[in-house]
């Protein structure tokens, strides 16, 4: 396969085309390299996908800049586009607008323009999020439920995203297929996150804040699951062409409590934390859980990995990483 990746420097994205090049696609993968986070980790990422799959290529582009996205794919041929390229992020989608706008939907318009003239094109798989959830108080979340009620620009613009591939679908027929991540983490993953953002602070004897006084959940999803049933979907056209909405669900399905993994980072660490509370911030919601029927009944996924098990994985991984004993 002749497979492209949209924001391959990124979590997702790296791991992705890493797996894609390890089955024997033709990985291409294209990223802005934005100032987000940590560029040192995104060009990290780029060295060891190079090292893992010699085949792989990287073309540095913004997805939002429709001339200069155009000019990077020319005269380049894929049968399968996994687009993950997007501004990530909630709280900071409230004070910083215009970027997410800018990434999230003129860069999403742009893309899945571009390949409804691309005539090979067998498939072209995209990030959503289960952001656009929003205020849903129904437990576990569904591709069924309604997702009319964002409560963050991220959220909004995510749904945003899966409208407009929605209209292609109709429209055009394209092959296109959304997937609603929950709370990825795991070795390699984004400093903004609040796993990453645990080990860092109580590696360094700083306090942690847990936001509505720790009594939030999340559906905390291990990159290793994710990237299994995500090359998995991406590998064919859709499964139910007619089905609507044309999304996914990918979690853990086991809603955590935050004071749960805290103890769990604990425990990988061997230290204690500094704990601060505070109140539920603007854009976040109370919990996220994911039901996976649909993806289980069309590809038997099923994911295998507890926090138990993940967060000792990538605390290993960031002290192998920056060298900390």
């Not at 049968?79 to 970027?99: E, K």
């Not at 591939?165 to 993953?189: A, D, K, N």
């Not at 660490?269 to 996220?288: H, M, N, Q, S």
Request: include cysteine; hydrophobic fraction near 40%.
């Amino acid at each position: 396969m002749r497979t492209l990746v949209t924001g391959v420097a990124g979590f997702i994205g790296f791991h992705c085309a890493r797996a894609l090049a390890a089955r024997g696609d033709e990985v291409t993968g294209i990223d802005n390299l934005n100032s987000y986070y940590d560029t040192a980790l995104k060009a990290a990422r780029l060295d060891a996908l190079r090292e893992a799959a010699p085949g792989f290529r990287f073309v540095k582009a913004d997805i939002a800049d429709r001339v200069a996205l155009g000019e990077a794919l020319s005269g380049q041929a894929f049968d399968i586009v996994v687009h993950l390229a997007a501004q990530a992020g909630v709280r900071p989608s409230i004070t910083n607008p215009h970027v997410y706008a800018e990434s999230n939907l003129v860069g999403h318009l742009n893309v899945i323009e571009y390949f409804r003239h691309h005539d090979t094109l067998r498939h072209l798989v995209y990030a959503s999020s289960s952001s656009v959830y929003g205020a849903n108080r129904k437990l576990p979340f569904s591709e069924d439920d309604r997702v009319d009620d964002p409560v963050s620009l991220y959220a909004a613009t995510k749904r945003a995203d899966e409208l407009m591939s929605e209209t292609y679908v109709r429209l055009y027929g394209m092959p296109l297929t959304g997937i609603r991540f929950f709370t990825v983490y795991g070795p390699w993953g984004r400093p903004d996150m609040a796993v990453w953002r645990f080990v860092e602070a109580i590696l360094r004897g700083e306090p942690i804040t847990l936001n509505n006084s720790g009594r939030m959940r999340r559906d905390f999803t291990y990159i290793d699951d994710a990237i299994g049933v995500l090359a998995a979907i991406a590998a064919g056209p859709p499964r139910h062409p007619e089905r609507t909405p044309h999304v996914y669900n990918i979690g853990n399905s086991r809603s955590e409590e935050l004071k749960r993994l805290v103890a769990v980072i604990e425990d990988a660490l061997g230290r204690k934390a500094r704990i601060v509370e505070a109140p539920l911030p603007p854009g976040d919601v109370i919990e996220t859980h994911a039901d996976l029927a649909r993806i289980k009944a069309d590809y038997g996924f099923q994911p295998e990995t507890a926090i138990d098990v993940g967060v000792p994985r990538f605390v290993k991984w960031y002290k192998d990483h920056y060298g900390i004993a």
